[in-house]
């Protein structure tokens, strides 16, 4: 029997798990907030990934603060749906984001950490959004949300 080795050139996307991350759902004024990180053109919900034994509302609160510098405790978020969808820029893995509302209707976001910019975006302009994001508007603008 010979040895395989596998390596990341031999694993599919298919075959990876979906990538696990959370995301704010912030409209203020028909706009919906989002987030551009450094080096990249792409705007992107607030939010990011799980840390090991976090809830998906734990995480999220945890990245709000890191990215944009607001703190929404997470018993104050509320889970509003979940997107599936084509993780942008990671050759056809798939991403599972779970969206949540909630904290205060007021915030003022900064960029912080990896945040390069931080924009609001509207129905008209979200060809510049990463693909989970376009789905996201899509059906906040079906809903009359935005």
Not at 29 to 37: A, Y
Not at 62 to 72: D, H, K, P, Q
Not at 76 to 100: I, N, P
Request: aromatic fraction near 6%.
């Amino acid at each position: 029997m010979s040895d395989v080795q596998i390596t990341a050139d031999t694993v599919t996307p298919d075959a990876l798990p979906p990538l696990r991350s959370v995301a704010w759902l912030h409209i203020r004024d028909g706009r919906l907030l989002s987030v551009r990180t450094r080096g990249n053109d792409t705007f992107y919900l607030p939010g990011g990934k799980y840390e090991p034994g976090e809830t998906a509302a734990e995480a999220l609160s945890r990245e709000l603060a890191e990215e944009i510098g607001v703190r929404v405790p997470a018993d104050k978020l509320t889970e509003a749906f979940t997107v599936h969808d084509e993780a942008h820029g990671r050759a056809g893995r798939r991403l599972h984001m779970t969206c949540f509302t909630g904290g205060p209707a007021t915030a003022d976001p900064v960029p912080g950490r990896e945040i390069a910019e931080v924009a609001w975006h509207n129905a008209d302009d979200f060809d510049v959004c990463a693909p989970a994001f376009r789905q996201v508007v899509r059906r906040l603008t079906e809903a009359g949300r935005l």
